[in-house]
């Protein structure tokens, strides 16, 4: 569902490209790119209103599982309260980022998360 979501917001947010994703069991790394065309009014939504509308979007979603039975119940939230973003200034860190989201799913295992 999480994976779902995420890729569908290009559809609902044409002001965001989403270059590349993956989502883990317990957390989801991406490169997104917000562009303006110059049309629009200030404010317009910035990043974090992206998160918190995803965070509240996928948790609704989530909560209508389980209420049906389809999903575990969970304790108090899913999403942790903040998340770290990186504004990617060239292409070395680009390259980097995208090598770092591609390799992620290999170093589950090793995560102190693991299960």
Same mark, same amino acid.
């Given at each position: 569902?999480?994976?779902? *979501? ?20 317990? %957390?989801? %790394? ?5 562009? %303006? ?18 965070? /509240?979007?996928? /948790?609704?979603? #989530? ?19 903040? #998340? ?9 860190? #680009? ?16 995560? *102190? #998360?693991?299960?």
């Amino acid at each position: 569902m999480v994976f779902n *979501k995420f890729e569908e917001i290009s559809g609902f947010y044409p002001d965001i490209i989403i270059d590349k994703f993956i989502v883990m069991p317990n %957390h989801l %790394h991406a490169i997104m790119l917000i562009q %303006h065309d110059g049309t629009a009014r200030w404010p317009f939504p910035i990043l974090s209103e992206y998160v918190k509308r995803f965070k /509240t979007l996928t /948790t609704k979603l #989530y909560i209508d599982f389980v209420k049906k039975g389809e999903c575990l119940p969970f304790d108090k939230k899913i999403w942790q309260k903040s #998340y770290h973003d990186h504004i990617i200034r060239n292409e070395t860190e #680009y390259l980097k980022i995208w090598e770092y989201i591609d390799a992620n799913p290999l170093k589950w295992e090793f995560d *102190k #998360y693991y299960i």
